[in-house]
């Protein structure tokens, strides 16, 4: 069995960011990101262990001994004999410190796949240019900030100074951020969060329409893997950010031309069993925030299917006197 084969997991899959969702904004500009992290974590690692699969997490939160998060390598899920062999790809908590300090543009993520199908990089951080549907086939990494600019622009039918590029706030991303605002162009800047920053890049009326500069890798294949839901394009290459982090991608055999390799959405995420779904934590431009009122508390989520390009939101009000998570941490259920 594969996991295309199975449409009634995406709602499965739903609960599982919901949840994480919904204990990582218990810790809401309480100033404490580990904390949030954990809490997240911990919810999605205990409602993965109730869906009906064979999963792997191959995009996860570093080795296994960085535990508790999910880690590179560690099964997840029910593990029946007949449950589909599935690649996972999580991050519990996008955007750490937005949810510590109350800002927007927190969300939990999950995306998955058939075995062999979300592919890793090597690099901790890399190159990113991502776009909607509306500008497929006119972005190229190699190609200069502006004529990239100009390419979109032509694919909106904008005039260059109506174009929103979204670019990470980091001292690193000086000279990028001249480039664009050279050309016209106006740009939003992101304290965290570039999951969300480009899949809004694809989203109808977000208002964003290009994601550029450089970030986490494996924020890079959740935000492939959503936008290759929603039909938009991606292009990243490696980038390490250090002597240390070229050893280590030396040791694996690469060489320098390797590391001017183009992975496209494709190249992350393989065929058409992908599945996206994310869960705000505390809203942003396209999932609103968690909403807790008196024993209620209301989610929003939007899951996603590369088979069908269907995108459905769904909005769960939660009964906090019943609403349960499986803890592996406590061994037991908690409440939210």
């Not at 968690?290 to 996603?304: E, F, I, K, N, R």
Request: with cysteine; proline share 3%; charged share 25%.
């Amino acid at each position: 069995m594969t996991l295309d084969m199975s449409r009634e997991i995406t709602l499965e899959f739903v609960r599982v960011t919901e949840a994480a969702a919904l204990k990582a904004s218990r810790w809401l500009g309480k100033g404490d990101k580990n904390s949030a992290d954990k809490a997240a974590t911990d919810a999605m690692r205990g409602m993965l262990d109730l869906v009906n699969i064979n999963g792997t997490v191959v995009i996860g939160e570093g080795e296994k001994d960085e535990a508790p998060m999910l880690y590179i390598g560690e099964h997840v899920g029910g593990g029946g004999i007949r449950d589909p062999q599935v690649d996972i790809a999580v991050d519990p908590l996008d955007g750490t410190t937005l949810t510590s300090k109350g800002l927007p543009g927190a969300i939990s993520v999950l995306a998955a796949g058939n075995k062999g199908t979300l592919k890793s990089i090597p690099t901790f951080y890399c190159e990113k240019i991502a776009v909607g549907p509306a500008a497929k086939g006119c972005i190229d990494i190699n190609d200069s900030i502006k004529n990239n600019l100009k390419r979109v622009a032509k694919a909106y039918d904008f005039k260059i100074g109506e174009l929103i590029a979204v670019i990470l706030d980091r001292p690193r991303h000086a000279k990028l951020i001249e480039q664009v605002r050279e050309t016209g162009a106006r740009v939003k800047l992101i304290s965290d969060g570039d999951v969300a920053g480009a899949i809004s890049c694809a989203m109808h009326g977000s208002g964003n329409n290009i994601l550029l500069g450089t970030g986490g890798s494996p924020e890079a294949v959740l935000a492939a893997a959503a936008l290759k839901c929603l039909g938009g394009d991606m292009q990243v290459k490696m980038w390490p950010r250090d002597e240390a982090e070229k050893k280590k991608v030396a040791k694996l055999g690469l060489k320098k031309k390797d590391l001017e390799e183009v992975f496209t959405a494709e190249d992350l995420c393989s065929g058409d069993s992908i599945i996206f779904t994310a869960t705000g934590v505390t809203g942003g431009d396209f999932l609103d925030a968690v909403l807790y009122q008196g024993d209620t508390a209301t989610t929003h989520s939007v899951v996603m299917r590369a088979r069908t390009q269907t995108v459905r939101y769904v909005k769960a009000v939660h009964q906090l006197r019943t609403k349960t998570v499986p803890s592996r941490s406590e061994s037991r259920e908690v409440g939210i």
